[in-house]
């Protein structure tokens, strides 16, 4: 160890002097300052990482939602369909809405869309005129698919699994 | 010489190892050459501090209390995270802190918990003061910080027990509200303006939640940067015994000396609210109902004297246990350095302010052990 490291400035003598532990003992106590100091950090850092953190990097469950009954959704054209999604935002039971697509070539099997825009999360409208989904935010334009045709977005919109139960047509969301 | 000896601390000690330590240390030059904070710094953790002081660890009473005071403020922070104060949304969230949010019962529980060993803490450092006659002249002003730091605290602990807007929380609250509004001529007037209104309500938990977490907080900061400095300002009050007065020449360091006990005494502390919480949850009783007539409502135990005393002054007296009493209790603890002006510090030479000091304890002890049977 450096002797230096523990050198103690000088008292003004008439008030007295360092005790000769002082210095003997400082390598020592310093030891022990940063051993339960940092034993005490630990505990307290740790406690409260997880605490902040709480349910935050938990993604959501997802849920199976009711699009609609297929004879509301009739082949060959574009439904638009907002849900209401019950969620748990920390305690606070609640709902949230949501809009999607649903389009069917045939009646048995549909493709069905998130409404939101993959650029920076607007809603998209169906264009009926264009055959084409417009995003007004940055008019980002997406095919009936879903896939890009211009603009910024950097994927094809989000494309939900289906199921066919009861003559109803769900999502998972 | 302070000049000298700062430009000796800025040279000597980028120097003194190689590898990480040398870059900690030109770091530490750089900010130095700037901010010129290396001597001050230097001087607050190398104090001198008398041997008689380093060997009685009733003096640690004051770092422990920072140090319990530290872990409020910061279990504290952590909760606003997840608080909300509005009367139809706060006990939810209390309770999903406490049962279902990862560590909840950690933070609530420390904070609960803690609560009660910092009053503990701060009445056992009061009593060292007091016994020691560590008040007086010049150290006038460290004491009633002192004091008004204590009065902060049961401040903290009336605010925050409402905030759960719990049945426990919502009745001790209407309690003291009345006992405000039985103040004499302006009772009603203060319980109102405490109150935000004529109910106890959203503008009582929101008034509340305030001074919880705001005024109260920044008061007993702006305290504790005042005791510390007089501390240091004054020194620490000479020793009273022949023993001491021998050990008085010699001196230790603040660091790692005296800081090192310290830490160890709140790292003990932090193990034993970590023990307590994970075997008792922090209590939380159920939702506030001011219809209830079935919840007899109790004070947290450190005004639970307080609460026995009412009993025995009924009707019109009642101001006299709820107000004047405690009220003549604190103005004379505030004033005591200018009613007590003698020299003489030793207890065992004092036996009138002794004797009192235990009449008032033993009072305490006894009211409180009355409300608990």
Redesign the interface.
């Known amino acids: 160890m450096d002797k230096h490291l523990y050198n103690l400035p000088d008292l003004e003598s008439e008030n007295g002097e360092w005790d000769e532990r002082a210095h003997s003992r400082q390598g020592f106590l310093r030891l022990c300052f940063w051993s339960v100091t940092g034993l005490s950090l630990t505990a307290v850092g740790g406690g409260s990482v997880r605490f902040l953190l709480g349910h935050s990097l938990t993604a959501p469950a997802g849920e199976w939602i009711e699009v609609g009954a297929l004879n509301e959704l009739p082949p060959g054209q574009m439904h638009r369909v907002t849900y209401l999604l019950r969620t748990t935002d920390l305690w606070r039971k609640g709902e949230l809405r949501g809009v999607l697509y649903a389009y069917s070539e045939d009646g048995s099997s549909y493709t069905v869309l998130s409404g939101t825009c993959t650029h920076l999360g607007c809603n998209v409208r169906w264009d009926d005129a264009q055959q084409q989904f417009a995003c007004p935010c940055h008019l980002g334009l997406f095919s009936r698919q879903g896939e890009v045709l211009s603009g910024p977005p950097p994927k094809a919109l989000n494309r939900l699994e289906t199921r066919i139960e009861n003559g109803k047509l769900l999502a998972f969301v | 010489m302070e000049v000298e ?1 700062n430009k000796i601390d800025r040279i ?1 000690i980028p120097h ?2 190689r590898g990480i330590g040398s870059w900690v240390g030109a770091v530490w030059g750089w900010l130095d050459a700037r901010t010129g904070l290396a001597l001050p710094l ?2 607050f953790f ?1 104090y ?1 501090v ?2 008689y002081v380093h060997k009685n660890v009733l003096y640690s009473l004051g770092g422990v209390s920072l140090i319990s005071l530290a ?1 409020q403020l ?1 279990s504290g922070i ?1 909760m606003t ?2 608080y909300d104060p509005g009367i139809s ?1 706060a006990y ?2 209390v ?2 802190i406490t049962y ?5 019962w ?2 609530r529980g420390v904070h609960v918990y803690n609560a009660s060993a910092l009053v503990i803490l701060l009445f056992l450092h009061l009593l060292r003061t007091y016994f020691m006659g560590a008040y007086k002249k010049p150290r006038e002003i460290t004491w009633m910080a002192g004091v008004l730091m204590l009065l902060v605290v049961l401040g903290f602990a009336f605010t925050g027990a409402l905030l759960p807007w719990d049945q426990s929380g919502y009745w001790a609250t209407k309690v003291g509200m009345e006992i405000a509004g039985s103040t004499p001529l302006a009772g009603t007037w203060i319980k109102r303006i405490l109150q935000g209104g004529s109910i106890l309500g959203q503008a009582t938990l929101t008034r509340f939640y305030v001074l919880h977490v705001l005024l109260l907080p920044l008061g007993i900061l702006s305290l504790v940067i005042l005791h510390i400095h007089q501390l240091r300002y004054h020194g620490i009050a000479p020793a009273i015994t022949e023993k001491g007065k021998r050990d ?6 603040f ?3 005296w ?2 006990l310290d ?2 005494i ?2 003990a502390l ?1 193990i034993l609210l ?1 023990f307590v919480s994970w075997n008792w949850r922090a209590p939380l009783e159920f939702p506030a109902d001011p219809t209830s007539a079935d919840f007899i409502p109790r004070p947290q135990w450190y005004f639970l004297s307080l609460y026995q005393m009412l009993k025995y002054f009924p009707g019109p007296l009642e101001p006299v246990a709820a107000i004047l009493l405690p009220g003549a209790l604190i103005g004379g603890l505030l004033a005591l350095p200018f009613i007590d002006r003698s020299e003489e510090r030793r207890p065992w030479r004092r036996p009138l302010a002794t004797a009192l000091a235990i009449a008032v304890i033993s009072a305490i002890v006894v009211l409180t052990v009355l409300a608990t049977l």
Do not use: E, Q, W
């Open positions: 000896h000597s003194r190892s230097r001087k190398t001198p008398p041997l872990l910061f952590l995270f997840y949304s939810d969230s309770d999903y279902t949010l990862p560590a909840g950690l933070v008085s020449k010699k001196f230790v360091p660091f790692p000396h800081m090192t830490a160890m709140g790292t932090l970590i």
